[in-house]
């Protein structure tokens, strides 16, 4: 079993961060979450996605025959953790993590995949009605029901107030719309998936918010003397660091087993976002403290990649739901 990333996967990880630094700045999140707060219209998702269209990254695990690039579950891990460390707009993640993983394991979906894969349909993944992820960004949901799959557009009835204004968060209606058979083997095989792409985006937006606390401990002087020189800051930073390694091991791990279909591949997700959300407990409490009183300010970006870590670990089940699962699975 593969446990670290191989060189050619590494060399994806530059060229999805660089175009990441270009297409996603700050400046770009922060203009964005502007215009929802005041309840204005905003192109910066689609302007984003049509980017990513345009580099092919919506077709990354989709098969060859089905018009896609055919890379592995690893390549999508690390396009997630690019993601979260940017704070991405848009629905790539809950195309490529979700949608697409659902309607592989259905029966008669090929013809979505190829809808994916030449850029012609964004998409999400509800798992239930409630509270989709980005599922009134995209051009179709695909909807778990009873032994089918549900492929609606995005009826939306209600839309969630989310601290986290960088993506949006509904419950739809189903409605009408196609059916496909779906297992619930493959119900479970897709959620796994969703669920470690969205701890790796944790690990990402918690990198990111270790890294901004310690530039501002190299640069911050008190007492003539860069602060991060305390022992007590020191300490904080030495902890968060150990707290996202630990997660991002456990990631990997989970990537892994899904990717060779291991049979631990469910104890695997569950300790995988369990860890992220141990992860950013300690990193989004510690990352603002350290910034002292700026790291309170809507000026300072601080606030976004917190609000965005805070409901990821909500999604698809928190540290503690997770935790259980592996208890019970240990029979404890």
């Given at each position: 079993m593969q446990l670290d990333f191989t060189p050619d996967q590494e060399e994806l990880r530059s060229s999805v961060r660089s175009v990441l630094e270009k297409e996603c700045t700050r400046a770009v999140v922060r203009e964005h979450v502007d215009h929802v707060v005041r309840d204005e219209a905003s192109d910066a998702s689609t302007t984003l996605w049509n980017t990513f269209v345009s580099l092919d990254w919506p077709a990354l695990t989709i098969a060859e025959e089905h018009g896609g690039i055919g890379l592995g579950y690893p390549e999508l891990a690390i396009?997630?953790?690019?993601?979260?460390?940017?704070?991405?707009l848009g629905p790539l993640l809950t195309t490529i993590a979700g949608f697409v993983?659902?309607?592989?394991?259905?029966?008669?979906?090929?013809?979505?995949?190829?809808?994916?894969?030449?850029?012609?349909?964004?998409?999400?993944?509800?798992?239930?009605?409630?509270?989709?992820?980005?599922?009134?960004?995209?051009?179709?949901?695909?909807?778990?029901?009873?032994?089918?799959?549900?492929?609606?557009?995005?009826?939306v009835t209600n839309t969630i107030e989310s601290v986290d204004a960088t993506r949006t968060l509904v419950d739809i209606d189903v409605g009408d719309g196609p059916r496909l058979p779906i297992s619930g083997d493959g119900v479970q095989r897709a959620l796994e998936e969703m669920t470690v792409a969205i701890a790796f985006e944790l690990v990402g937006t918690c990198q990111?918010?270790?890294?901004?606390?310690?530039?501002?401990?190299?640069?911050?002087?008190?007492?003539?003397?860069p602060i991060g020189s305390f022992q007590a800051v020191k300490h904080k930073l030495a902890n968060?660091?150990?707290?996202?390694?630990?997660?991002?091991?456990?990631?990997?791990?989970?990537?892994?087993?899904?990717?060779?279909?291991?049979?631990?591949?469910?104890?695997?997700?569950?300790?995988?976002?369990?860890?992220?959300?141990?992860?950013?407990?300690?990193?989004?409490?510690?990352?603002?403290?350290?910034?002292?009183?700026?790291?309170?300010?809507?000026?300072?970006?601080?606030h976004f990649y917190v609000k965005r870590a805070k409901v990821s670990d909500a999604l698809f089940g928190n540290?503690?739901?997770?935790?259980?699962?592996?208890?019970?699975?240990?029979?404890?």
């Open positions: 396009v997630a953790e690019e993601l979260g460390r940017v704070l991405a993983p659902l309607v592989r394991e259905a029966d008669g979906g090929e013809p979505w995949l190829a809808k994916v894969a030449a850029g012609e349909i964004s998409g999400a993944a509800a798992f239930t009605p409630k509270h989709v992820l980005c599922g009134g960004e995209v051009d179709v949901i695909a909807v778990v029901l009873d032994g089918e799959l549900a492929i609606v557009p995005p009826r990111t918010i270790f890294d901004t606390n310690l530039q501002y401990a190299k640069e911050r002087q008190q007492f003539g003397v968060m660091f150990v707290a996202i390694q630990r997660a991002r091991a456990l990631c990997m791990f989970a990537a892994a087993t899904i990717n060779e279909d291991d049979e631990r591949r469910s104890t695997a997700t569950s300790a995988a976002k369990a860890a992220a959300g141990d992860c950013q407990k300690l990193v989004a409490s510690d990352g603002v403290q350290l910034l002292g009183g700026i790291g309170y300010t809507w000026e300072h970006d601080q540290a503690s739901h997770h935790r259980q699962k592996i208890a019970d699975a240990l029979g404890l």
